[in-house]
Each structure stands twice: as structure tokens, then as C-alpha cells.
């Protein structure tokens, strides 16, 4: 059963932007609004790596890759997680995906998101 469903990948040329979306369309209400959740990607040949994180109180971080560049943000009304992300790099192809932090239900299939040169 899904538990997660991810949207809004693309092909973009470097410094387009792109907004990505996740739903939790399983996860009770109350369950979300109580859970950090991030945005995490995967390179092709690359381990799974987190990318930002919103915490249920809505504190963001990122790490220094993508820092400036990523935006994630939140609605607990609808259980979804959403993630700008603007002046593409070619290095930021890859598959996004969403979940908890740390991870706690099964992966969804992702949004591709590639960036050409």
C-alpha cells in the first residue's frame, strides 16, 4: 500500500527551477503534525542522501550543497511536503523522495529530477 506519493520532477536546463510535492495520503492527521520530515535524493551509483528537513514545528535545515538553493516547507492541513528548488545544477540529477527523519515508512517511487548542462 503507498504510503507515499511524490510529484513535480522534470527536465530542467541549470539554473531553472523546479517544485516537488509530496502527499502521505495514509498517515493519520495527527500523526504528521508530530513527525520531522525531509526530502531526501539519490544519485545514480550514490547512496541515499537527506537533502532538508522541516521539523513538526517548522524549523528548516539543509546541508551546505544545497543551502540557499532548497526550500522546503509544509501544510499538516494536508499532509503534504513540498521542496523549491531553484538555480539547478547539473550535479542535483537524481530521484527525490520524501519521508520522515528519520525515515520511518516504506519509500514511495520518487520524482525524477534532472538538469542539463
Known amino acids: 500500500q503507498v504510503q507515499v506519493v511524490e510529484s513535480g520532477g522534470g527536465l530542467v536546463q541549470a539554473g531553472g527551477s523546479l517544485r516537488l510535492s509530496c502527499k502521505f495520503p495514509?498517515?493519520?492527521?495527527?500523526?504528521?503534525?508530530?513527525?520531522?520530515m525531509a526530502w531526501y535524493r539519490q544519485a545514480p551509483g550514490k547512496e541515499r542522501e537527506l537533502v532538508a528537513s522541516i521539523s513538526k514545528f517548522g524549523v528548516t535545515n539543509y546541508p551546505d550543497s544545497v543551502k540557499g538553493r532548497f526550500a522546503i516547507s509544509r501544510d499538516n492541513g494536508k499532509r503534504t511536503l513540498s521542496m523549491r528548488i531553484d538555480s539547478l545544477k547539473p550535479e542535483d540529477t537524481a530521484v527525490y523522495y520524501c519521508?520522515?527523519?528519520?525515515?520511518?515508512?516504506?519509500w514511495g517511487q520518487g520524482t525524477q529530477v534532472t538538469v542539463s548542462s
Open positions: 519521508n520522515t527523519l528519520p525515515s520511518s515508512v516504506s
Open positions: 495514509r498517515m493519520i492527521l495527527s500523526t504528521f503534525n508530530n513527525l520531522d
